[in-house]
């Protein structure tokens, strides 16, 4: 039914398909056989140390049959039902994400992904504050979708302007490395940091009109754009501003969430219970697709005699709500939350070692199992390996060198992202820090 020869599958997806994110003319991808573990192997059988969860998503691992085989029972059962509709596998859904989500978090919306669950949870916001304004930071990542996208605060925003939401203000990340406000003062109190970019937040919210402010989302580390970590009190401050104003927060843990920075969620590391959350790739491993959007009780309430006018076909998916209950039962039982939370220090000695050892190597981040190398010309200066919203040889160099000796990592601009499954061990992190180190030879090379 499926047959396909392995070397017909690159020149046939070339003669029918359209690659996202690629120009059509220079895409080389991987031809992907098979999957299990941490490891995944291509046509030739070649295997790659998976380092970025495919797209930062595989939470619980690969070929994880407990997964799959929750998936077949639920097509054998009921392979879909329509919006309107109750069944088993939809109440079971919510009854499971209420049990590990912030208390707060009581009812939630299914959707397709994390794009749409952005669009959602802006919509909830809007309608329930009868605000329009949501403010959103520079260096984040929402989605693709129009209005993710009109969220996102990244160079992906501006080729589709002005056809875009309406209504969207963005404000400066607290990203320590390269604070704007504080280059001619680096070795300020993280207090003080802390304060200055509340301060900047609250300014902002003052020149806009808090009146006029439905939200402010924010993933709660950011992801792609260089997993920036929020300071101490960063997200409690963010929360006691919302309340001040009557702003509903919304945190984004598409990426950070289901156990990736060594908790449950992101925001759980500090404490802090947003009004709104939006969930995706973890939410089942990308087992199949799904996203969900958590909200309070109260905003819950506020569509008793509401009605709420947005939905999807495919919304609370059966199957993939199937994925969804298995994925999360696989992370407790198997106790990958805290495999994350305990490792995260493996990660963290890993990452300072190349630091020291590597004069290339400007910057380290993480939490977890969710960390980047931030890398630079310059010590100094900071400059990166990499200009803004581009590549350079010296970066194709160092991902070249990872692709061709089996480790799969996320390269994006002068930064390299490791975001491995949740069930790697501490010989598999090694095993891929062992070809970093050698990959960053080649970009130390590139140093002034």
């Known amino acids: 039914m499926f047959n396909l020869p392995n070397e017909e599958i690159l020149p046939t997806m070339r003669e029918h398909g359209f690659w996202t994110w690629s120009a059509q003319g220079k895409v080389n991808p ?10 995944f192997w291509d046509v ?33 059962t009921l392979p879909y039902a329509a919006p309107a509709m109750a069944n088993k596998m939809r109440s079971l859904a919510g009854k499971v994400l209420n049990e590990i989500t912030p208390d707060n978090l009581t009812h939630f919306l299914f959707t397709l992904g994390g794009a749409d669950a952005n669009e959602n949870a802006i919509k909830l916001a809007r309608a329930y504050t009868g605000r329009h304004k949501i403010l959103t930071r520079y260096r984040s990542y929402h989605g693709a979708t129009a209005g993710a996208m009109a969220l996102t605060g990244d160079p992906r925003r501006v080729e589709w302007e002005p056809n875009l939401m309406s209504g969207v203000v963005h404000f400066l990340d607290p990203y320590r490395y390269r604070s704007t406000f504080h280059r001619t003062n680096p070795n300020i109190s993280e207090a003080d940091f802390t304060r200055d970019y509340l301060n900047h937040l609250e300014e902002i919210i003052q020149y806009e009109g808090a009146e006029t402010i439905a939200a402010i989302l924010m993933e709660s580390v950011t992801g792609t754009n260089g997993i920036i970590i929020p300071p101490e009190g960063y997200m409690q401050g963010v929360r006691k501003i919302c309340d001040k104003y009557g702003i509903m927060m919304i945190a984004d843990e598409v990426m950070s969430g289901f156990g990736r920075t060594g908790a449950w969620f992101a925001v759980d590391n500090w404490g802090v219970k947003p009004d709104l959350m939006t969930m995706a790739k973890g939410l089942t491993s990308a087992y199949a697709p799904l996203g969900a959007v ?26 993939s709500l199937a994925a969804m209950v298995a994925n999360i039962r696989v992370l407790q039982e198997d106790k990958l939350v805290e495999r994350s939370a305990s490792l995260g220090s493996s990660l963290s000695r890993h990452l300072s070692e190349m630091k020291e050892n590597h004069p290339s190597v400007g910057d380290v981040r993480s939490i977890g199992l969710f960390g980047v190398l931030e890398l630079v010309k310059n010590r100094e200066t900071k400059e990166p390996m990499a200009p803004w919203n581009s590549s350079s040889p010296a970066m194709k160099a160092f991902k070249d060198y ?19 499954p949740l069930n790697i061990t501490e010989e598999q992190l090694a095993e891929g820090f062992a070809v970093l180190d050698e990959a960053l030879k080649l970009t130390d090379g590139f140093v002034k």
């Open 30 to 39: 991987i031809p992907v056989e098979r999957a299990e573990g941490v490891y």
């Open 44 to 76: 030739d059988g070649k295997r790659y140390l998976d380092f970025n969860s495919m797209t930062m998503c595989v939470n619980a691992g690969h070929g994880e049959q407990r997964i799959i085989n929750a998936m077949k029972e639920q097509l054998d």
């Open 402 to 420: 990872c692709f061709e000796h089996g480790l799969y990592l996320s390269v994006h601009w002068h930064t390299a992202l490791i975001i491995p």
């Open 294 to 319: 958590g909200m309070t009780e109260e905003i819950y309430r506020h569509f008793d005699e509401k009605v709420y006018r947005g939905g999807l076909t495919y919304t609370a998916h059966p199957v």
